[in-house]
């Protein structure tokens, strides 16, 4: 997967966006008694679809912004009346402050509220005096693919952009890399590019139903793979963001948690460290352990084991198949914790 933060070394980018709207005429003939009658005509499907773009497109600008680190360029989306904004986690990166524009190009000073990296969101705060105007989130349960989708942000540093297209898929575990899987994300054909993460992916009526995270990469074409992308629902997002506007970070995770540090060795997933009462150190795992499956998925890179846990609820117990440094093998049950928040 590809991560849609951008540098700043963007020199110069251009596009051309074509949209074909075809008309329906019709022709009246009158005799030469009858006056003229004036034809009430409907607009036609296209056109409504037009201005409903439109509309969504006015209604969602002013509740997405830009944001600006030391490293680079990204978006996000006003959370609340007091100056909250939420956004992704590998946007702001290690950053504590930031600059925040808007739609119209007024700029805030911002700083970070918290960060849950597990779910790649964190918030930051502008002045609330900032006036800067919340959006709308719908419940992402009831998004069903087909639906029409809008993604607004700054892609390529272009400010307030809009692509279109329909939500792809439902329910994917979308990889980051370094063992982090984002469970439940929303697969867009809305184009994603670099600049895109922590924007807003819209439904037709404006509501926010997702943050656009992920482009797929082609592995044979060694870059993005066009019309696949990958949003937060926007339940994780209402969910991870009010904890951290309340809590100033994430109290309950629903996110399964082994409690180890863990590199790749090219045969399994080697165990670092266990973290002392951590429900790894309970089950017995040890540090130069490797673990080659879970419940017999097998797990042979940090990424995979990733996944697997993702789709693993806390409190859930599971197998997990590890090989010790003298060479044996064994299976050990891991009843799994909660992901503790920052």
Sequence with gaps: MTRLKIPFAIIAVSGVIALLV???????????????QSAVVAPSAAAQLQSD??????????????IETGEGLGSGIVFDANGHIVTNAH???????FTVTTSKGRQFKGT????????????IKVSSSAGLRPAIFANSSKVQVGEIAMAVGNPLGLS?????????????????????????????SAPINPGNS???LVDIQGRVIGVPTLAASDPQMGGAAAGIGFAIPSNTVKDIAGQIVQHGKVVSSNRAYLG????????????GSVTSGTPAAK????????????????????????????ARKPGQTVKVKILRQSGSSATVNVTLGEYPGN
């Design 22 to 36: 075809g008309f329906n005429t019709s022709r009246q003939t009158t005799n030469a008694i009858a006056a003229p």
């Design 53 to 66: 773009f439109v509309n969504v497109y006015k209604k969602v600008a002013p509740s997405v912004v830009q």
């Design 91 to 97: 946007v702001v990166g290690t950053a504590k402050s």
């Design 112 to 123: 970070l509220v918290g960060t849950f990296p597990a779910d790649d969101l964190a918030v």
């Design 160 to 188: 307030s952009s809009v692509t279109q297209g329909i939500v792809s898929a439902l329910n994917r575990s979308s990889s980051e890399g370094g063992g982090i899987t984002l469970p439940n994300t929303i697969q867009t």
């Design 198 to 200: 922590g924007g807003a």
């Design 260 to 271: 180890v540090s863990i590199g790749d060795t090219g045969e399994g997933v080697y165990v």
């Design 283 to 310: 089950a017995g795992l040890r540090t130069g352990d490797v673990i080659v499956a879970v419940d017999g998925k097998p797990t042979m890179t940090s990424d995979a084991l990733g996944s697997v846990l993702a």
